[in-house]
């Protein structure tokens, strides 16, 4: 979905001096203090795949070796 991002020339301040983000109004895929965000989601689900696959398999392995053992 396309966003249309108008850059504020301006700075609003809270009583402390530093500058108030609001959360709901920051561009989508920059974090708020400016920096890109790094956005790792569909890698981390591969990697469990990959790890939940490799613990099947060699659960499998396991229990086919002890069944030729039994039979």
Do not use: H, K, Y
Not at 16 to 25: E, F, K, L, M, Q
Not at 44 to 56: E, H, S
């Amino acid at each position: 979905m396309a966003v249309r991002v108008v850059p504020s020339t301006f700075e609003v301040l809270d009583a402390t001096g530093d500058a108030i983000v609001d959360p709901s109004r920051c561009v989508p895929g920059v974090a708020p203090d400016g920096l890109p965000e790094v956005n790792l989601g569909a890698f981390r689900g591969l990697a469990f795949a990959l790890i939940l696959q490799t613990v099947l398999f060699l659960l499998g392995a396991v229990a086919w070796e002890f069944f030729r053992s039994l039979r």
